[in-house]
Every structure is written in C-alpha cells, then in structure tokens.
C-alpha cells in the first residue's frame, strides 16, 4: 500500500490568499483525521470524519478554515483567507474505525508545512 | 479532556546507551500509540499497544492501562534514533482522535 499521501508537501503563499491542502487515505480506512503541527500547540486534531461524514470539528479554529470528503479516497482541508499564524505542518492520517466508538492503529502523511508570508 | 504528559522532554545520549522514555495519560483510554518524527518531520508509527509489552528489533514499549502510564524502551541507540517521540491517546468513546504528548527530544550524539 501507498500509505496516506498527501498533496502539496510544501506551500508557500501571501495572506490573503486560497490554500488547499489534499489527503488520500489508505484504501479500506474508514476514518480520515486532519491534524496540525506547530511549536507553541504540538499536535492538534483539526476535525475528523468516519465514513465520509464530519464527525468532530471542534478542532478547527474558525470559519476561515473548511474541510470536506466528498469520496472515501479523498478529502481536502481549505482556509480562505489564509494567515501568517496559519503557517504550520498539515498531516492527514486515517484508520479503520471500531465498533466501540474508537479506533484501530491510524497513519498520518508525510505532512504538508504551509508558510504563510 | 484527557491530559498526556511525556518524560523526559529533551534527552542526549551516546550512541550505543538504552534509555526510557515515559507517557503517563489522565483518563482511561482504548489504546495508545507510540510515534518517532524523524529530522525530515515524517510521523512514523512505532507501536500501537492499548496493554502489555511489545518488542521490535532494539524498541520495545510496554503500557499498564490500570496505572494509566508507557514505557518505551530504547536499547543500543544509533544516530538514526534521533528525532522526536511522542506518545498519543484516544478518549474513551471519541471516535478515534488523537490526543498527542508534547514528546520527547533525543539526539544521539556519535
């Protein structure tokens, strides 16, 4: 299997600007997780979805911030406008969900790192 | 919410030396995963172990659920240990999202 992958792996963009960072997830995951990197926060869940539906978005730290999975093999995470503090590393991971209500052992991409000047 | 704290947070070690690195969770959780972030930023899966010990090659990790602490174990370090290593805990019941550890340093020295 690929692993997640992920798309652009770096970008570089002005403030104000559109950014659209892109996830496949491993075929057969059912849960698909949006994370962000940063030194003063570490690693902090953004919003997830089980089966294609937003399930947790109480991570995404305002409306400029948007996500979407219109298929089970891709999703994408868009801020409009973006920010200087919105620079970060953006990592995708999923898994399979359990039935209890969590969820099996999950794998993140290789990260995109958003610069925003 | 569930609170992850993670010990030491910086270590240097000489190649060759073992260390123990610590993850204590506040609440009770399904499982737990262990990560190393490399220099290059990549988040690679060491292991997922909700109880009990497990072993690959020179890491092991071990995990009481009922203390509510980890333990991962690193023997005969190598300069391509170095990097970050964090700890990470579903909630009980949340779907599968990942509280994560601030994690800790280490750097091999040669």
Known sequence: ?117 | GIQVEQSPPDLILQEGANSTLRCNFSDSVNNLQWFHQNPWGQLINLFYIPSGTKQNGRLSATTVATERYSLLYISSSQTTDSGVYFCAVPPYNQGGKLIFGQGTELSVKP
């Open chain 1, 1 to 117: 299997d690929a692993g997640v992958i992920q798309s652009p792996r770096h970008e570089v963009t002005e403030m104000g600007q559109e950014v659209t960072l892109r996830c496949k997830p491993i075929s057969g995951h059912n849960s698909l997780f949006w994370y962000r990197q940063t030194m003063m926060r570490g690693l902090e869940l953004l919003i997830y979805f089980n089966n294609n539906v937003p399930i947790d978005d109480s991570g995404m730290p305002e409306d400029r911030f948007s996500a979407k999975m219109p298929n089970a093999s891709f999703s994408t995470l868009k801020i409009q406008p973006s920010e200087p503090r919105d620079s970060a590393v953006y990592f995708c991971a999923s898994s399979l969900a359990l039935g209890t209500g969590g969820s099996y052992e999950q794998y993140f991409g290789p990260g995109t790192r958003l610069t925003v000047t």
